[in-house]
């Protein structure tokens, strides 16, 4: 699927009004010509306001220009988190191009697959890269502009050009394609998951920012309104920081949400996560909001806290979202001891969908359990016969938003039709959610079918057995897989973290677990591990787990 190439246009008071919706790159600049000296990218010492971001990201929507890259070409950030993500990002709007975020952690093969399935035709890379794109460009043809990022690794390669000179040389005037801009252009997230090649979720922008805006109290109208974007600003918006790398959707949605407000993005310098750096630099940069993925991050912060009660001024921070790894109520319940005013919003959302339910946790509301959510105006939870789970029933049954959702994924109709499907006449964006309904409409989320283990007839979710295992004090993470069993099918397997200096017996475990879920949910095999290796996105790599436990309990497949 592409967007349509001819756009409709008009002007009004000399503003590009496109009416297939609202452009991101319109809306960053109205707000650069509102609060041209307010922060925009903070990433080490290097400070960036609004004018100079969109100044530097003129000079690379011109280099895209400039090497022959046409409407909706797509550009790749290959990118460790820093400012020339975003400003890079910002550049290819500008130039009406399509960004393909990639996994850093990709080796060669995947790398091909990716650039080669998302159609790329520029790349904006690291240099501590280099030597691994020079192993396969030859296989990568198509790519005519490599940008290289200069992060002191060695020298640039011959067959690049340098990032910093030439945003440095952009100029005030936007730079804009002749093709114009439009809000159908696309922004492209590939996703991988633990099955399957990665496949490239397309949005539109106008339905992007109208998915991003949802929770905000002063939204941009439906239609784009010249002025619209400024006259909601006060001043600098919030300070955001996203936890996350902003290749995964929940660094860079949040980073993008933050900015549509005219606030600004720090990222994180270290390119592994390091609980002290995040603290100090909530601290340092006063900062208002972060993104992170569950307990993966919100139980390091905790422990540090814990430890070190008085190193850290945590006042700044108002609110912490989270989305991709169920949050403990446990942890949220500690986090709150060590500032109270702390808004804990835990979202239930994917790359496929955003905003599909919520928990919000503060000092006089932390009741509600973990992997509990409330449904949005938009979501429903439907049963494989397309009806709606009967509350309280104990049925199981997918959840579906409507609303501003992706057009698919990027040219692969049959994963599109199954994913995004038209119930009762509405389209639905079902992602693979499984979830109970309780009596008074809580969602309860179980996890995502892929991973589901069927033992003994019944149907078992990784992430609510993990749940329950993190909860044992010596217990530091956790991943389930399942395993051959003669008798069941297939059994339990607990692969357990436990924390420095603490263990616990596998039947003390199993029994902790059998106290608190039905028993055929709890482990029959636990395995300790050094680490359970979450990506720093808070991903589990299933696969590589499952494998490790057959090797470990020496099951034959």
Known sequence: MSPNRNFSRKRTNDYLRLVTGWNIATIFEEITAAIPTAPALMHGNTARDWSSMNRRANGIAQA????????????????????????????????????????????????VYLWDNADVRSVVFHGSFTEQIAQIKDRVPLIRLWLWVDDGTGPMPEWAAPYEPIASNGVDNNAEGPWGRSGDHLVLLYTGGTTGMPKGVMWRQDDLVGALEASNRSRLPDVPVSGAAAARLKGPGPRGLPGAPLMHGTGFFNAVSTMLLGGSTTTLTKRTFDVSELLDTIEQGSINSISIVGDAFAKPMLRALDAEPDRWNLTSLRVIVSSGVMWSKET??????????????????????????????????????????????????????????????????????????????????????????????????????????????????????????????EKVYPEEVEEVVKTHAAVADCAVVGVPDERFGQAICALVEFLPGNHAESDLIIEHVRGRLARYKAPRHIIEVTSVGRAVNGKLDYKRLTAHALDTLDIKT
Not at 66 to 83: I, R
Not at 358 to 380: A, H, I, Q, Y
Request: proline share 2%; net charge negative.
């Open 332 to 457: 949220k319940d500690g986090l709150l001891r060590h500032n109270e005013r702390l808004i804990m919003v835990d979202s239930l959302g994917s790359s496929e969908a955003i905003g599909m339910a919520s928990n919000v946790s503060t000092k006089d509301s932390t009741e509600s359990g973990t992997g509990k959510f409330m449904l949005g105006p938009n979501t429903r939870v439907v049963t494989e016969e397309g009806r709606d789970v009967i509350p309280g029933s104990g049925e199981r049954g997918r959840v579906a938003l409507k609303g501003r959702t992706p057009i698919g994924y990027y040219k692969d109709e049959a994963k599109s039709a199954a994913t995004f499907q038209v119930i009762d006449g509405v389209r639905y964006s079902i992602p693979g959610d499984w979830a109970e309904v309780d009596h008074d409409g809580t969602v309860v989320l179980l996890g995502r079918g892929s991973q589901c283990i069927n033992t003994g007839g």
């Open 64 to 111: 895209f220009i400039d090497a022959g890259l046409h409407e909706q070409d797509k550009v790749a950030q290959y990118l460790y988190n820093c400012s020339e993500y975003l400003e890079s990002v910002f550049g290819a709007w500008k130039a009406g191009l399509a960004i393909v975020n990639t996994n850093y952690r990709y080796a060669a093969d995947e790398l």
